[in-house]
């Protein structure tokens, strides 16, 4: 037995956001961070929602990479106003915060470490959860995955509930037309390595595969144009709706290696998210190839390229990762982003320890052993071809 769990309704296009004035409730609770009001978003989805005939409070103390600490205090503040709909405003930080504040503010005895998939948490007694994305690349809006970052700040829990996917996803052009170049890039190719590593994943079904590729199509051809231009409102659109698709895909699915090594750099080094996956992909293609060859080279045809052997089409298929990510300024290797090796050496046992433990690694296509891990994290750091 499989499932596919998806949001119940996904409003896209150009005025999407007016969708907004035909809800129904008392009460909504607006849960963003500073850079989003500031930008507007908030105060503009406030006011749909009042003509909706509603009243709003803005909790608008999200920090990337939320803590407890954040969550705790936007379920209090639930708690006092009593609302019946939960609007998650922001990139994936926003939308993660918007679901555990909720979990909380329904199971006000629960603590968010306890979030898990085989809790039955009970949503939905007291409210509803809309997520409008304001980045193009998370996937939050279409996952039951929620990552909140512990008090000391080094480790992030990974919480899941199937209870947690959104109701109503609202996808607006508008929204993500405000990103700089540098986020609208790293956005990106998190949404194609979500898609890519859905596709080739142990847990892949005929769903998830039929997100996962027609967003890998959608990726390589509006990425770029999008980065050069950023009113592109076509082609923010397109992207929008793939990063949502490409969140369908790994939510449904799963993400790799790119993924668990991805968080175990970027937590201990600081790195955004969108730069160390996008830079471990084409390493894991290499290396995973070993097990998916015939996967990649359907990935390989669906955008277009040409090759006799299953060989050559994984070698264009790398070829076209990197051109992408030299098109988006993603960099190559770990040594590319600014690491020096005495202290990438230092935390690379920790380093190891962290990705060989996560469930994005248990689930790929080729599972690497400790030794393995290692040295795809050495390849990675010195930008070396995958020969094993
Ligand atoms: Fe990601």
Redesign the pocket.
């Known amino acids: 037995m499989w499932e596919f769990t998806s949001p119940r309704k996904i409003v896209f296009g150009e005025e999407a956001l007016e969708y907004l004035k035909e809800i129904e409730g008392r009460r909504a609770l607006i849960i963003t961070g500073k850079t989003v009001r500031k930008l507007g978003f908030a105060d503009k989805v406030s006011k749909y929602l009042e003509e909706a005939g509603m009243q709003i409070k803005i909790f608008d103390e999200v920090e990337p990479e939320p803590s407890i600490e954040t969550i705790a205090k936007g379920a209090k503040l639930a708690r006092e106003y009593a609302p019946d709909w939960l609007i998650g405003l922001g990139g994936g930080s926003n939308m993660d915060a918007a679901k555990a504040i909720w979990v909380l503010y329904e199971r006000p005895d629960m603590e968010v470490g306890a979030i898990s998939p085989v809790e039955k948490l009970g949503l939905r007694k007291k409210a509803h959860l809309i997520c409008i994305p304001t980045t193009s ?3 939050s809006e279409a996952t039951w995955a929620t990552i909140i970052t512990d008090s000391a700040g080094r480790t992030k829990l990974e919480l899941a509930s199937k209870e947690l996917v959104p109701d109503i996803v609202i996808l607006d052009p508008q929204l993500p037309k405000h990103m700089p170049s540098k986020l609208t890039g790293e956005t990106g190719m ?2 194609l ?2 898609s890519m590593e859905a596709y080739v994943n142990q847990w892949r079904n005929d769903f998830s595969n039929a997100m996962a590729i027609e967003a890998i199509k959608i990726i390589f051809e509006y990425l770029p144009r999008v980065y050069s231009n950023p009113d592109d409102i076509e082609a923010r659109e397109k992207m929008q709706i793939a990063a949502t698709m490409s969140g369908l895909a ?1 939510g449904n699915a799963q ?1 790799g290696i790119a ?1 668990s090594m ?1 968080h175990a750099l970027g937590a201990i080094f600081k790195i955004s ?2 730069r160390t ?1 996008g830079m471990l992909l084409p390493y894991t293609i290499k290396y995973n190839g070993k097990n998916a060859i015939e996967l990649y080279v359907e990935i390989a045809k669906a955008i277009r390229i040409q090759a006799i052997t299953n060989e050559e089409y994984i070698e264009k298929l790398v070829q076209a990762v990197k051109d992408l990510m030299k098109k988006v300024n993603i960099p190559f290797s770990i040594q590319d982003i600014g690491l020096d090796w005495s202290t990438f050496e230092n935390e690379l046992d920790e380093l190891v320890r962290r990705a060989i433990v996560s469930s994005e690694t248990i689930t790929n296509p080729r599972v690497p052993d400790e030794e393995e891990c290692k040295m795809l994290f050495v390849y990675a750091f010195n930008n070396k071809e995958i020969d094993f």
């Open positions: 690349g998370s996937g998190d949404a390595v979500h790994f993400a993924h991805g998210h969108g996956v």
